[in-house]
């Protein structure tokens, strides 16, 4: 799933800033904890500065969990 094209762009702006980490060192760091979830795609929120990472669970419910774009630390998971 790809990010909307004014997110991206937004998310770019940021990285070429040094505001926020690169989304692939994210995706590295959360997709393993997410054990046999499937990862659907990102989101990115820029007044926040989080990434949303939406996953489904094998029971086939969504769970997205919210990364800190500038440290890459969880900040919240829910359904």
């Known amino acids: 799933m ?6 991206q762009s937004e998310a ?8 926020v980490l690169p989304l692939r060192q994210i995706e590295r ?5 997410m054990g046999d979830s ?3 795609g ?9 990434y949303r990472l939406k996953f489904m669970d094998d ?3 969504v769970v997205f969990v919210d ?4 440290t890459g630390r969880v900040v919240g998971q829910r359904r």
């Open 2 to 7: 790809a990010q909307p094209r004014d997110e």
């Open 12 to 19: 770019r702006r940021e990285l070429r800033a040094g505001n």
């Open 29 to 33: 760091n959360v997709i393993p904890r």
């Open 38 to 40: 499937r990862y659907l």
């Open 42 to 50: 990102p989101e990115f929120d820029s007044a926040a500065m989080i």
């Open 59 to 61: 029971g086939g419910r």
């Open 67 to 70: 990364v800190d774009a500038r």
